[in-house]
C-alpha cells in the first residue's frame, strides 16, 4: 500500500513578521498551548510553522555565531522543509499535537505533532547510516549521533 498526499490549496502567509515572535519562556509565561486534534487546523497552521522553523533556524546562528554553511551539493540546509511538513500532516494518522502561541497576540512559538509510528515501504532500515534518515552534513560534525551503529543492532 502506498500513500500519496493529495494537492494543497495554496498557502496563507501569517499577517505578522515570525522576527516579531517572542521567544516562549521556559515555564510559558506569557504563552498558551493549545492541544490540536483537528487536521484542517494543522493545515491552516503549515504556513506559520513552516516560517516559525526557519526563524528559529536563523535564531540559533545568530546566538551561537554559527557559520551559514551549504551541503556539499550547494543547497541551503532548512530545519523541516514544506514538502515533509505536508506530508506529515495529510498522511499521517491519527494526528494530534500542541501548539504554543504568545498568549497577547495569538502568535505561533513552537508546535508539536505525534502520530502512531507508521512505515510505507516493504524494507525499511532504521538506523542513522541509512540515507533516508534524513540526517543532514551538518548533523553528523555539530550533534551526537550513533557514529558506529551500534544503535541499530
Not at 4 to 13: A, H, I
Not at 93 to 103: A, E, F, H, K, N
Not at 107 to 121: C, D
Request: with cysteine; hydrophobic share 35%; proline share 5%.
Amino acid at each position: 500500500m502506498m500513500s500519496q498526499r493529495k494537492t494543497l490549496p495554496p498557502l496563507n502567509l501569517p499577517c505578522y513578521g515570525l522576527e516579531e515572535v517572542p521567544m516562549a519562556a521556559r515555564d510559558l509565561a506569557g504563552s498558551v498551548v493549545v492541544k490540536v486534534d483537528d487536521r484542517d487546523t494543522w493545515m491552516g497552521s503549515l504556513s506559520e510553522m513552516l516560517l516559525l522553523c526557519n526563524e528559529a533556524a536563523a535564531r540559533r546562528i545568530e546566538r551561537f555565531g554559527l557559520p551559514k554553511e551549504k551541503c556539499s551539493d550547494g543547497t541551503q540546509t532548512k530545519p523541516l522543509g514544506l514538502e515533509y511538513m505536508a506530508d506529515r500532516l495529510d498522511t499521517d494518522d491519527p494526528i494530534t499535537g500542541y501548539q504554543v502561541r504568545s498568549q497577547a497576540e495569538g502568535w505561533l512559538q513552537g508546535f508539536i505533532t505525534t502520530t502512531t509510528f507508521t512505515v510505507w515501504q516493504r524494507n525499511f532500515r532504521w538506523d542513522s547510516h541509512a540515507p533516508e534518515s534524513g540526517m543532514a552534513e551538518d548533523d553528523l560534525t555539530e550533534r551526537k549521533w550513533d557514529k558506529d551503529n551500534s544503535l541499530s543492532m
